[in-house]
């Protein structure tokens, strides 16, 4: 058959066979990241891929009214994405709800509410990573991060695609080129957490795609015109034989050399995939982009991608790709990390994912867009109550669980009930150490900024006695709310100051018990004890609450606890309060037995210094003015002789982040609402 009767396939089974590779190096880090530590390169080839179908979308539409080209587009890409995506949410929510610990929910709640609107790709703090939620393997939907910047890129691709079509030949080229340069000198200069999540870092990979459907047309179109040429009459049969066994020897070198060159890319990826070391994450995110581009224009088919079990696995890729993470998480959870029970957890995700593949993705995808519009907004709405069933439940249970006698004025802090289980005390307990001390029902609404540079808020109150002032670390924060409502119906105002981690008294100096703590986060705190001073002197209170961890007070004497007036915390100690107490016009409480809760309760010999160097102080400097907030009676148990951090029933008094729970808070009202009653 000469090179003229050849038909022209159109299917490109490689690229199934490319996203199969993709699949299997993402599988392969998440389950083994100790042995496979380069395989987070397959989403940067889902990326490239993803570009060459959208580009590929958009070209068959381009003559179509501009509204219509959008239109299309979104159909066609919702259409594919969304069924799976938003029935794969439901499915892990019901998991979580009913197979996974009472621990996971509360995180994995807010992580589903990102996932359903496609932010996953922004971190619930500025310290988290992908790679972090990676390694503890407790938020299960961690890996949709590269679906949101996806469907991200979606809202602006028709428009660069609709620009880029203005340009012809090379000056297209030059568009798009300029466009990746951009897009790829943010994400080498843009901080980790945002080269890896944001979508403009990530346009880069996305647009190499789009050249690549550029080139390949080209390439596709310049063979059909050689091979569908007009006869010339002119020439003799033996001419055109001549010349069709020319062109026939020129294509299979070209055969040859593109098989070559791709065998030898394949080989380079492969080997860069199977490397237990990790390498530069830059420099192979770049060469698998590139050359994963480079792959797509080299149309020849190979043993590899082109193999029967390479394309069914792109087939299978995003039903594998959305399945296998809560799998492997749900395994790593309860069985830790045993290699052959992951390695059937990974086998077992397989499975679901090829039932899932022929039973449901290839049945949606054969229905009309009213049945797929239909399906979408119910699974979307069933996913927005189920994640949010528990403050729904939450909201209409209030009046039941919250029990508010002549006595109290507020419902409880913690939302404790009568009857309550140990199952219930570990869901709280998860609750109060995810959120710490920023939980909702901590924060107090409508402070008032007073300072632009400061965390200096007032709260204006219908009392008509006094000003309260509040100042300190995070744990102003932790205790604000409960100081307000013991004591905002004799207060005029209540302002608030929170330097995090800092002391008003003093700052760190050195490290805690022969290096065991290092306060070099600190460093920071020298400069913040005039901002102290500060707020007390503008404020000008009546009565004032220090409130703070110690770290500064609690570090070793200079000499010894009957040398202080040589001893550099304390001195600073007293210096500080010689400039905050003349502007308190009645009273200062200052914080004083509140046990550390880092590994144990209880750190004696810090806890007695802090408490030594306070009782010196108020003796010597401001007598009855100064009065000590004293928690060792409301922790200690004294059948134990020792600190407690739980009640009875199970029910946590601290957070995992050293502040007092809901339930802690609730556990010293009596003592604020003692003091609120005395002032």
């Known amino acids: 058959m000469t090179a003229a009767s050849k038909p022209t396939k159109t299917k490109r089974n490689d690229l199934q066979g490319i996203r199969g590779f993709a699949i299997l190096s993402v599988l392969g880090f998440h389950c083994y990241p100790n042995l496979l530590p380069n395989g987070y390169l397959g989403v940067d080839q889902f990326f490239v891929l993803s570009g060459f179908l959208m580009c590929m979308l958009l070209t068959k539409s381009q003559k179509l009214p501009i509204f219509q080209i959008f239109s299309e587009f979104y159909i066609r890409r919702f259409k594919r994405i969304l069924p799976l995506y938003f029935l794969f949410i439901l499915c892990t929510m019901f998991a979580l709800y009913t197979v996974f610990p009472d621990t996971a929910i509360f995180q994995n709640q807010a992580s589903a509410g990102k996932a359903l609107l496609f932010v996953s790709n922004r971190p619930h703090t500025g310290d988290e990573d992908y790679f972090e939620k990676l390694s503890i393997a407790m938020d299960l939907f961690t890996h949709t991060w590269s679906l ?122 492969i080997s860069i995939v199977l490397l237990p070391k990790e390498l530069d994450p830059v420099s192979s995110r770049a060469f698998f982009t590139f050359f994963t581009g480079v792959l797509i224009v080299l149309s020849v088919e190979d043993v590899i991608l082109n193999s029967r079990v390479m394309i069914y696995l792109g087939d299978i890729s995003y039903s594998l790709y959305l399945i296998h993470w809560p799998v492997y998480a749900y395994v790593r959870l309860i069985y830790k990390s045993n290699f052959w029970i992951l390695t059937g957890a990974l086998l077992v995700s397989i499975l679901l994912a090829v039932v899932v593949y022929e039973f449901f993705e290839k049945w949606y995808l054969k229905q009309s867009n009213a049945v797929i519009t239909v399906l979408v907004l119910v699974l979307f709405l069933s996913n927005v109550f189920y994640i949010n069933k528990d403050t729904i439940q939450k909201s209409m249970e209030e009046k039941e669980k919250v029990e508010i006698t002549p006595e109290r004025k507020y419902p409880r802090l913690d939302e404790m009930a009568p009857n309550m289980t140990l199952d219930d005390a570990e869901r709280m307990n998860a609750y109060w150490n995810k959120h710490d001390h920023m939980g909702p029902e901590l924060q107090e609404p409508n402070g008032v900024r007073r300072h632009p540079d400061h965390k200096w808020f007032d709260f204006q109150e219908n009392g008509t006695e006094f000003k309260i002032l509040l100042t300190g670390s995070s744990y102003v924060k932790n205790h604000h709310k409960l100081i307000i409502q013991e004591c905002k119906h004799r207060a005029t105002s209540i302002s608030i100051d ?33 901002e102290f001073v500060d707020f007390v002197n503008t404020t000008q209170p009546d009565y004032a609450f220090i409130l703070t961890r110690w770290f500064a007070v609690g570090e070793p004497y200079d000499t010894n606890e009957n040398d202080l007036e040589h001893d550099l915390i304390y001195i600073e100690m007293k210096s500080q309060l010689r400039k905050i107490l003349p502007n308190i016009k009645r009273k200062l409480f200052i914080l004083d037995s509140f046990p550390r809760t880092n590994k144990s309760l209880y750190n004696p010999t810090s806890f007695e210094r802090g408490r030594r160097r306070h009782a010196e102080l108020v003796k010597k400097e401001c007598g009855s003015k100064c009065e000590l907030i004293d928690y060792v009676d409301a922790f200690w148990n004294k059948t134990m002789n020792a600190f407690q951090s739980f009640d009875n029933q199970g029910f946590s008094y601290f957070t995992s982040g050293s502040h007092l729970s809901a339930h802690g808070l609730e556990h010293v009202r009596p003592i604020y609402k003692k003091i609120c009653k005395s002032l």
């Open 148 to 269: 949101s910047v996806e469907i991200q890129f979606y809202i602006f691709v028709p428009l660069i695609f609709l620009i880029g079509v203005q340009f012809k030949g090379s000056m297209r080229y030059g568009y798009y080129t300029t466009l990746v340069t951009l897009s790829f000198i943010l994400y080498l200069f843009s901080p980790p957490t945002v080269s890896f999540n944001s979508v403009f870092a990530r346009i880069w990979q996305f647009l190499i795609g789009m050249m690549t459907y550029f080139i390949s047309r080209s390439r596709f179109v310049q063979h059909e015109k050689n091979i569908r040429r007009p006869e010339e009459s002119e020439k003799s049969d033996k001419v055109r034989l001549m010349e069709e066994n020319q062109d026939l020897t020129t294509e299979t070198v070209n055969k040859t050399a593109n098989l070559v060159t791709k065998c030898i890319i394949l080989a380079l990826m």
């Open 498 to 530: 929170e330097v995090t981690g800092c002391e008003p008294l003093a700052a760190p100096h050195k490290k805690i018990d022969n290096g065991k703590f290092d306060a070099s986060w600190a460093a920071g705190c020298p400069a913040q004890l005039p």
